[in-house]
């Protein structure tokens, strides 16, 4: 069933089984049914960094993502997590050695161009570039047309779910973080708690069953920046969150922020990933240059299936092969000999 799905290089991994109802008792629907919905995933997006940096501010768009943008522009809906703010032309860049990032304008048109339909901006470095980068990556953004969603110009928008329709099928994606360089202890007391989305059950739950409830989105997708970086498991606490915004009424979560996979799990038929990891991010350990851009395909009825095709992160993402695919495989939780889907359901 998956086959149609994937190319010879993309390994069907994870299956719900309410997918596999033999098509000779399936009911003839009345009306046509929506197509297949194709929504893609990755990681961290770091373009303020060096080399990608180098590459950006001489107006090379085309760097961080040359090698995998045929994959990320076929998707129906592609997102990642955009670690560095963009900032104005002219504002002081820091480069390496800092843990302080921004990116000029140019790599809002590096998104755009890789096929990124939407970003999340709620993260750590949201404030890398004060108010003035954060309402700047707004709207560089919003110039090229790639959506954006846990950050905003007043708290409300930062809350507010940006809604993609494709295909049929209203996506709705929120956005927040549980971490804050800029005030790593004490967020609700920083000015830019003003303007992120905190990753709190309080405001989130409610926001995805309003969406549910009052028939404003088909599917909902909740993104996280949180967890512990470098640690290849989720803790009980984001475990328990992400389960949560399921049973309000989510259907895909996506978590990042610990810069290495970690594994998927199923909960009541919908796919958590508690981190895909880097994407455009080099750091030092190995380990986090494993990663993958994350193949959801979403049936009608939701039913939801996940393929993982294995990536080198780093400056350059880079499609991997070989013993490298393996580890990534087995990093999510998934089987060495990957033709044989396996079925998880709730
Ligand atoms: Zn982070």
Redesign the pocket.
């Known amino acids: 069933m998956l086959n149609s799905l994937s190319s010879a290089l993309l390994l069907s991994l994870l299956q719900q089984p309410g997918a596999l109802m033999p098509s000779s008792i399936a009911p003839r629907p009345a009306t046509p049914e929506r197509e297949p919905l194709h929504l893609y995933a990755v990681g ?1 997006l770091n373009l303020g960094r060096a080399v990608t940096w180098d590459y950006l501010l001489k107006g090379d768009s085309l760097y961080p993502f040359q090698a995998l943008r045929d994959t990320l522009a076929s998707a129906d809906i592609t997102f990642g997590n955009l ?1 560095s703010p963009i900032a104005e032309a002219g504002h002081r860049y820091e480069k390496t050695g800092s843990f302080v990032f921004s990116t000029p304008p140019v790599a809002a048109d590096a998104l755009s161009w890789a096929g990124f339909d939407i970003v999340s901006n709620a ?3 949201a404030w890398d570039a004060g108010i003035d980068g954060l309402v700047e990556t707004i709207t560089q953004l919003d110039r090229v047309g790639v959506a954006h969603v846990g950050t905003g110009v007043s708290l409300d928008l930062a809350h507010r779910a940006a809604i993609i329709e494709r295909k049929g099928w209203r996506v709705a994606f929120l956005a927040a973080t549980r ?1 804050f360089n800029a005030a790593p202890d004490s967020f609700y007391t920083h000015p830019g708690s003003r303007y992120v989305a905190w990753a709190d059950s309080g405001w989130l739950y409610p926001e995805i069953r309003r969406l549910k409830a009052n028939g404003l989105a088909d599917l909902v997708v909740v993104s996280t ?1 949180a967890g512990t970086e470098f640690a290849e498991e989720p803790d009980h606490g984001l475990r328990r969150f992400f389960k949560g915004a399921i049973d309000a009424g989510a259907d895909i979560c996506l978590g990042h ?1 610990p810069h290495v996979l970690q594994p998927v799990e199923w909960y009541r038929g919908k796919p958590i990933v508690y981190s895909m990891g880097n994407f455009i991010f080099r750091q030092g350990a190995p380990w986090t240059g494993l990663s993958g851009v994350f193949e959801f395909t979403v049936r009608p009825g939701s039913a939801i299936s996940l393929a993982l095709r294995p990536v080198r992160a780093g400056y350059q993402a880079k499609l991997v092969r070989g013993a490298a695919a393996d580890s990534v495989r087995r990093r999510v939780g998934l089987p060495r000999a990957a033709t044989a889907p396996i079925s998880r359901g709730p």
Do not use: G, M, Q, R
Request: proline share 0%; charged share 25%.
């Open positions: 961290d670690e993260n750590n470095h971490a920046h922020h």
